[in-house]
């Protein structure tokens, strides 16, 4: 018989996400992995950057867990109005790769010490969220938190592939049709024409 551990789950979840969100920066340049590519200035360093505040703030904050190190962009103390918009969506030229990098997986570690310190039905405060579900379980905050990542993954995955061309879900699995550029290129023409007779 096989034992259910729904948190062990949750976890491996997440960490698919967070490893596949990290995985679209591999062997870019620096100019790519900041270069905004939609209209709203989505790029890949800053997802990365936002998902790090995203997992200090639910994973911590939340449950009264408070990072030590500091964070620039990590302000919940001052409320939506303390920051400048979107602050934590791009990276500064003073925030290197590296450092933004490394600051999403030193979060990975706060949130996981604070996943495996409580039980799925410890209870944390989100003041942002309405007042009827501003108290939220753990359980709930985390599978909250793997939307929010996997929400971000689909995002990397498109401006990857407006980089480079590059695609899939993890690397070695794709999860895409085995086809060559050919093939992909009659088939967006194909979706491009079915649009256009639309």
């Known amino acids: 018989m096989t034992t259910i551990d729904p948190k ?4 491996r979840y997440l960490q698919d996400a967070r490893e596949t969100v990290l995985w679209k920066l591999d062997g870019l340049t620096e100019r790519d992995v900041r270069r905004p590519l939609t209209p709203t200035g989505t ?4 997802l990365v950057k936002h998902l790090a505040g995203v997992e200090l703030l ?41 450092y933004i990098v490394d600051t ?6 706060h949130a996981d010490a ?21 108290a939220a379980s753990l359980h ?8 929010e990542t996997e929400r971000h993954t689909g995002h990397a995955d498109i401006v990857r592939e407006l980089i ?9 699995t794709e999860r895409l049709p085995a086809a060559d550029e050919q093939w992909w290129a009659a088939y967006r023409d194909r979706v491009a024409a079915v649009a256009e007779q639309s």
């Open 114 to 134: 604070t996943i495996e310190a409580l039980p799925l039905d410890a209870v944390g405060h989100v003041p942002w969220w309405p007042a009827q579900t501003g």
């Open 104 to 109: 999403y997986r030193k979060a990975w570690q």
């Open 58 to 98: 639910y994973l911590g904050w939340v449950f009264d867990r408070h990072y030590a190190e500091p964070v620039p962009w990590f302000r919940p103390d001052l409320g939506p109005a303390g920051l400048a918009p979107n602050t934590d969506q791009w990276a500064t030229a003073e925030e290197s790769r590296q």
């Open 164 to 172: 480079d061309g590059a695609v899939g879900y993890r690397r070695g």
């Open 8 to 11: 062990a789950d949750l976890r």
């Open 140 to 147: 709930r905050v985390l599978v909250n938190v793997i939307a």
């Open 43 to 46: 790029n890949l360093l800053g």
